[in-house]
T-cell receptor, first 109, second 115 residues
Framework: TQLLEQSPQFLSIQEGENLTVYCNSS?????LQWYRQEPGEGPVLLVT?????EVKKLKRLTFQFGDARKDSSLHITAAQPGDTGLYLC?????????FGTGTSLTVIP | NAGVTQTPKFQVLKTGQSMTLQCAQD?????MSWYRQDPGMGLRLIHY???????DQGEVPNGYNVSRSTTEDFPLRLLSAAPSQTSVYFC??????????????FGEGSRLTVL
């Protein structure tokens, strides 16, 4: 059972464009995390959001947790080639992390 | 600065063979877990442990066994490999049992092919 659905699955954009990745679920999570994974490596944490409605900004990346704590979004402003990678959301329900299906982002110089 | 170390990085098995994927962490983390990553399916939890001597099943536990005799080590055993177990396996650890808001630290992955 896939609890978290991400969209889009693939995204190819030009450098400088903006983009939004969505992470949706019918389940409520105590926290939600976003990770980025590069080829041949394990995922690396970008951010954790805990409170419904919470918005966190990391430079050009903006993360939002839905009011009902069931969904989240990641917005990247002025994408750069270094943003290329697989973006994964992960919801926590106590001792288990459920990962989304992933969004593969390619930023073309 | 070793973090989470997985071995081997690559392995080819024949159907029916058994093997163990090793995972060790040097951060004194209580929480450890194993995931498999398949195209289009993200990461799926196989087994996890909240401390030495304690293990529990995740989403896809069938065909896999784990044990946690020490805080540092969390091996994953494939009892009788099947082609459906061809995947990339990741071990991850986190500070604190439950890891409610804790960061998962991942190893580099072990790519397993079952023929």
């Amino acid at each position: 059972t896939q609890l978290l659905e991400q969209s889009p699955q693939f995204l190819s954009i030009q450098e400088g464009e903006n983009l939004t990745v969505y992470c949706n679920s019918s389940s409520v999570f105590s926290s939600l995390q976003w990770y980025r994974q590069e080829p041949g490596e394990g995922p690396v944490l970008l951010v954790t959001v805990v409170t419904g409605g919470e918005v966190k900004k990391l430079k050009r990346l903006t993360f939002q947790f839905g009011d009902a704590r069931k969904d989240s979004s990641l917005h990247i402003t002025a994408a750069q080639p270094g943003d290329t990678g697989l973006y994964l959301c992960a919801g926590n329900t106590g001792n288990q992390f459920y990962f989304g299906t992933g969004t593969s982002l390619t930023v073309i110089p | 600065n070793a973090g989470v170390t997985q071995t081997p990085k690559f392995q080819v098995l024949k159907t029916g063979q058994s093997m163990t994927l090793q995972c060790a962490q040097d951060m004194n983390h209580e929480y450890m877990s194993w995931y498999r990553q398949d195209p289009g399916m993200g990461l799926r939890l196989i087994h996890y442990s909240v401390g030495a001597g304690i293990t529990d099943q995740g989403e896809v536990p069938n065909g896999y066994n784990v044990s946690r005799s020490t805080t540092e080590d969390f091996p994953l055993r494939l009892l009788s490999a099947a082609p459906s177990q061809t995947s990339v396996y990741f071990c991850a650890s986190s500070y604190g049992a439950g890891a409610n808001t804790g960061e998962l630290f991942f190893g580099e992955g072990s790519r397993l092919t079952v023929l």
